[in-house]
T-cell receptor
Framework: KNQVEQSPQSLIILEGKNCTLQ??????????LRWYKQDTGRGPVSLTI?????NTKSNGRYTATLDADTKQSSLHITASQLSDSASYIC????????????FGDGTTLTVKP | DAGITQSPRHKVTETGTPVTLRCHQT?????MYWYRQDPGHGLRLIHY???????DKGEVSDGYSVSRSKTEDFLLTLESATSSQTSVYFC????????????FGSGTRLTVV
C-alpha cells in the first residue's frame, strides 16, 4: 500500500530560525513528489516539485531535497518569517496512479516572534 | 484560487437533511477531486472524477455521492447529513500533463447540527 509519513507532526520555532520538515514515502513506481503549503482557512498551494533525477530544488527560502534511494524528502525553511506559519503537506505521485496521489498528514509549523 | 471555485463557502445544516456542495473549474482539467479535512487528519479523498460521468470512490466515500455531468462542474452530495460529516471540504483539479499538480479551491466549511 502506498504511504506517506511526515514528521514532526507539529513544530514551533522563533522567527529568523531555520527548520527542516521530513517526508518518508513508500509510493511505487515513483513519479514525483510535491510539497504544498496550506495557510489557515485556505486550500494548499504547491511550493516545489521533485522528480526522480532531482536532488535539490529551491523556491526562495524553501529548499526541498529528495533521496530516491531511501525514499525520503525534506523541506528546509531558512530565516523563518511569521508568514511561514502554516501546514506543510507532502504529496507523492506514482507513474500508474490513475490520477490519484498519496498525501501525508502534514506538519503544522508555528513561527513565533 | 484562480480557475476553481467552491460554493457555498460556509453552510450550517441539520442532521438528516441532504446537502450539495459545488465545485466549478474554468481550466478544462480532466481530473476533479473532493477531499475532507478534519483536525488531526490530513486531506482524505472522498471521491474523484477522471472525466464526464466517470467517477470513483476514495478512502472515505461512505455517505457521499458525486456527479459530473459537465467537465467544469463536480458536485458532492451528502444524502442525509450526519454530525460526523461536519468538516472542511476541499475540491481540487488536475490536468493530464506530465508532472501536473493539484490546484485546490478555498474550501467549504460544513457544520451539521
Amino acid at each position: 500500500k502506498n504511504q506517506v509519513e511526515q514528521s514532526p507532526q507539529s513544530l514551533i520555532i522563533l522567527e529568523g530560525k531555520n527548520c527542516t520538515l521530513q517526508c518518508n514515502y513508500t509510493v511505487s513506481p515513483f513519479s514525483n513528489l510535491r510539497w504544498y503549503k496550506q495557510d489557515t482557512g485556505r486550500g494548499p498551494v504547491s511550493l516545489t516539485i521533485m522528480t526522480f533525477s532531482e536532488n535539490t530544488k529551491s523556491n526562495g527560502r524553501y529548499t526541498a531535497t529528495l533521496d530516491a534511494d531511501t525514499k525520503q524528502s525534506s523541506l528546509h525553511i531558512t530565516a523563518s518569517q511569521l508568514s511561514d506559519s502554516a501546514s506543510y503537506i507532502c504529496v507523492v505521485s506514482a507513474e500508474t496512479n490513475a490520477g490519484k496521489s498519496t498525501f501525508g498528514d502534514g506538519t503544522t509549523l508555528t513561527v513565533k516572534p | 484560487d484562480a480557475g476553481i471555485t467552491q460554493s457555498p463557502r460556509h453552510k450550517v445544516t441539520e442532521t438528516g437533511t441532504p446537502v450539495t456542495l459545488r465545485c466549478h473549474q474554468t481550466e478544462n482539467h480532466r481530473y476533479m477531486y473532493w477531499y475532507r479535512q478534519d483536525p488531526g487528519h490530513g486531506l482524505r479523498l472522498i471521491h474523484y472524477s477522471y472525466g464526464v460521468k466517470d467517477t470513483d470512490k476514495g478512502e472515505v466515500s461512505d455517505g457521499y455521492s458525486v456527479s459530473r455531468s459537465k467537465t467544469e462542474d463536480f458536485l458532492l452530495t451528502l444524502e442525509s447529513a450526519t454530525s460526523s460529516q461536519t468538516s472542511v471540504y476541499f475540491c481540487a483539479i488536475r490536468g493530464t500533463e506530465h508532472l501536473g499538480g493539484y490546484t485546490f479551491g478555498s474550501g467549504t466549511r460544513l457544520t451539521v447540527v
